[in-house]
């Protein structure tokens, strides 16, 4: 059965990372941008890893195998050593207490995957192929990437800030989705280039429109 891609919150919450190799680096780096508190145990740590910590205090170290008290009160545990036993004991471990666990030499034992990871700004496409070629989701990755237009990430941020006042000054849910999609579609037009001046015109156009006639009520 597919594993279902929840877009989770994890800013703040506990993560801890076994192993400190060039793929517990992959995931970490992967990880930082969404703000979680990582702590990495590892006797040996990749100077790639110990770099990823410079522009934050949310990344400390532990020079020392795992043990069971590292895994204490996690929200999620990625096992990456080399050692296919330790990844499995703490597989076993976290499962068996609900915490969610990343096991990168057995996708059996996993009970969440990474994606291959588009990131532009607010938008995130994350691919998965449900663990049977990441191969695969990285070409899918590259793909998009290329695909991608330029100021996408951009556009959606401007349109995220006019939604909030297009929801606070619509009242009505029709009315809302129509004015929603009609930004966006003007964005598309505008090849993803207009900035926010031009949309904060053209959303005040949509508006005048859609109020209510002079002289009607209120
Ligand atoms: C199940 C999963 C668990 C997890 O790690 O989350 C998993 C498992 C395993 N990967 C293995 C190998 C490789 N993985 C990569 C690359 C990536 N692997 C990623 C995710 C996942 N890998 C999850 C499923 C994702 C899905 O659903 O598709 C990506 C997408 C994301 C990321 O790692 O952040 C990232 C591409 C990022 C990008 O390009 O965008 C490469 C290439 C490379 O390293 O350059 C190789 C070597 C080539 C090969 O073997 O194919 C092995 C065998 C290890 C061994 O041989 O010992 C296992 C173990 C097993 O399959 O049981
Ligand atoms: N899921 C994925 O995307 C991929 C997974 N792999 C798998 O990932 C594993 C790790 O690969 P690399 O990072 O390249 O290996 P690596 O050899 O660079 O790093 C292994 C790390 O594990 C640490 N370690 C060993 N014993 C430990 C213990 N008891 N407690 C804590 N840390 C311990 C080492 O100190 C080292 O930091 C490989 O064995 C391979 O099977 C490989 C490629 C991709």
Redesign the pocket.
């Known amino acids: 059965m597919g ?1 279902f891609p929840f877009f989770m919150e994890i800013g703040g919450k506990k993560g801890v990372i076994l192993g400190g190799g ?2 517990a680096a ?2 970490v780096e ?1 990880l930082l941008p969404f703000g979680p508190v990582l702590t990495c145990i590892a006797p040996a740590i990749e100077e790639e890893l110990e770099q990823l910590s410079r522009s934050g205090e949310t990344l400390t170290f532990v020079y020392r195998e795992a043990c069971e008290e590292d895994l204490e009160g996690a929200c999620f545990v ?1 096992a ?1 050593t080399d050692k296919e036993e330790v990844n499995a004991w703490a597989a076993g471990w976290c499962r068996e207490r609900h915490i969610p666990v ?9 009970s ?6 588009i990131q532009e700004g607010p938008l995130t496409v994350g ?13 899918v ?2 793909t998009m990437e290329q695909e991608l237009p330029e100021g996408l990430g951009n556009t959606i941020e401007i349109l995220g800030r006019l939604r909030e006042r297009v929801l606070e000054l619509l009242p009505e849910q029709k009315g809302r989705a129509a004015c929603l999609e009609a930004l966006f579609v003007y964005c598309r037009k505008r090849d993803f280039k207009a900035e926010e001046p031009e949309l904060e015109t053209y959303l005040a156009e949509l508006l005048e429109a859609s109020a209510p006639a002079k002289g009607g009520k209120g």
Do not use: Q, Y
């Open positions: 594993h060039r793929v992959r995931k992967k990625i990456a990343n096991v990168v030499d057995d996708r059996e034992k996993c969440f995957f990474f994606p291959a990871l691919i998965s192929t449900d663990g049977k070629s990441p191969a695969a989701a990285s070409f990755r590259k």
